[in-house]
């Protein structure tokens, strides 16, 4: 057992439950190729009353990212530093040596904004915002009409090398066990329908500041 991320964990849960809780966090999760960012962008233009979760990655700025807009692009050193002083809500190491995660700063900054938080995470980060936020999370998995779609979703997308479509596609069978560890479950097979479903789920669940 990892006893320092244990304490890590039970300190952020702690912080968490002192501080005075007014917003809803909408936590949209899904396997690579099942259209989380495009549902996610869409619903961010509907409703003004949600704001973006920037992550933070120690991994390499692509040339169309920006700093603070995409994510928080930190050094390898910076990302684990920040673990230790337990600046992050959640994170995890995605990939080999490819870290992401949530920094309370973040939510602060668009709480003092006034707004609900829309995050854009991996499975398992999803989990550790709804264990530490308990009642005030809904949690919604996105998900492929079946896995051969999404494959070649991610074929169509000509991004990946061999290598990193095989890896990416072994994290995908293994994103979709845990469907039922969410609150809803979206089947992204018509992107339109997709879109009015997530609307009602935003729509039912939070209410303008």
């Known amino acids: 057992m990892n006893w320092k991320r244990l304490k890590n964990n039970l300190l952020t849960l702690f ?6 809780k007014k917003y809803k966090h909408l936590v949209i999760t899904a396997p690579s190729g099942a259209g989380k960012t495009t549902i996610v962008r869409h619903l961010l233009q509907k409703f003004d009353f ?11 700025e692509r040339p169309h990212e920006q700093h603070g807009k995409d994510y928080y692009f930190l050094s390898t050193e910076a ?6 002083n337990n600046e992050l809500v959640e994170w995890e190491e995605v990939y080999q040596n490819q870290y992401y995660g949530t920094l ?7 709480e003092d ?19 530490a936020y308990g009642e005030n ?11 051969e779609t999404l494959k070649q979703r991610l074929i169509n997308r000509k991004t990946e090398s061999k ?7 072994k994290r995908v069978e293994i994103e979709l066990k845990f469907e039922s560890k969410f609150d809803k479950v979206l089947v992204n097979d018509d992107l ?5 479903e997530a609307e009602q789920i935003v729509e039912k669940y939070i209410k303008p500041i």
Do not use: C, Y
């Not at 990302?79 to 230790?84: H, N, P, T, V």
């Open 113 to 131: 904004l006034n707004k609900h938080i829309v995050f854009d995470i991996d499975v398992k980060g999803a989990i550790s915002i709804k264990e």
């Open 192 to 196: 339109e329908l997709a879109f009015k």
């Open 104 to 110: 309370f700063s973040e939510i602060k900054r668009i």
């Open 137 to 147: 999370v809904l949690t919604l998995f996105i998900k492929p009409p079946t896995f």
């Open 163 to 169: 290598s990193s479509l095989e890896k990416r596609l």
């Open 50 to 60: 949600l704001s973006f979760s920037v992550s933070a990655t120690n991994r390499a």
């Open 15 to 20: 912080r968490i439950k002192v501080e005075h």
């Open 79 to 84: 990302f684990k530093s920040k673990i230790e």
